[in-house]
Structures are given as structure tokens and as C-alpha cells.
């Protein structure tokens, strides 16, 4: 990635939410590992760790297609995104949005696109 957080690593079996701001693709901004409820958000210069305290919407892998979080500087995270095509070892996000509400009740909408992928079993 251009800007926001530093690459990811998949270990074996072990699958990834990978997101990018859609008004500037080269800045990924929010990743999860399957089945950790944390999650890692960098909408400014600054990365916060997310606690998943929500999750709705329909199965999509091994997350769901609405997510919610509480960041460490008292702000909510709110995540929900339609999946897209099918990929070899996952499948694309073409239309998603996370909603921040900090701690004053100030709400930011991100759009964003990405996909979700797995590394394969060796």
C-alpha cells in the first residue's frame, strides 16, 4: 500500500479483511484476521485497535457482512459492505462503508473497497 497501514501477513489457513479507502485506493485503511475480534484502523495518521463488540448482516466467509467495533480512544467503529465477485482463495468488496462516531457523537463515513482472502493450506 501507498498510505495507511503496513502490509499484512497471512499465515496458512489463516484468512484476512483487507480494506481501502474508495475515494483513494491506495490507502489501505482497515484490516482483520478471521475469527480474532480485533481489527486494525487507520482512517488519519494515526492506527487504532478496534474491539469487535457486533457482528449481523449474512455470512460472508469467516466475517459477516456488518461489523461492529469499539476503538481504544472511545470512539465506535460501524462496518458493512455487499460482497462482490468471487476470487481464487476469496472474493472482492466493491461497495462498503465504515461509519466513525466519536467519543462527542461526531459521525465520519468512509467509503471503502477490498476483499477478503485466505492463504491456502499448503
Known amino acids: 500500500p501507498a498510505s495507511g497501514l503496513g502490509p499484512q501477513e ?3 489457513g489463516e484468512c484476512g479483511l483487507f480494506l481501502w479507502s474508495k475515494t483513494d485506493p491506495t490507502k489501505f485503511i482497515f484490516y482483520s484476521q478471521a475469527l480474532s475480534g480485533t481489527a ?3 482512517p488519519t495518521d494515526e492506527t487504532l485497535g478496534l474491539e469487535q463488540v457486533a457482528a449481523g448482516g449474512t455470512i460472508f466467509g469467516q466475517f459477516n457482512t456488518e461489523q461492529g467495533y469499539n476503538a481504544e480512544d472511545g470512539s465506535r467503529v460501524q462496518l458493512a459492505f455487499e460482497p462482490g465477485d468471487l476470487l481464487e482463495g476469496g472474493q472482492r468488496i466493491g461497495d462498503g462503508l465504515i461509519t466513525m ?5 461526531w459521525r465520519t463515513k468512509l467509503p471503502v473497497l477490498g476483499i477478503r482472502a485466505c492463504m491456502p493450506e499448503a
Do not use: H, R, Y
Open 101 to 105: 462516531t466519536d467519543a462527542e457523537g
Open 40 to 42: 486494525l484502523f487507520k
Open 10 to 12: 497471512l499465515a496458512t
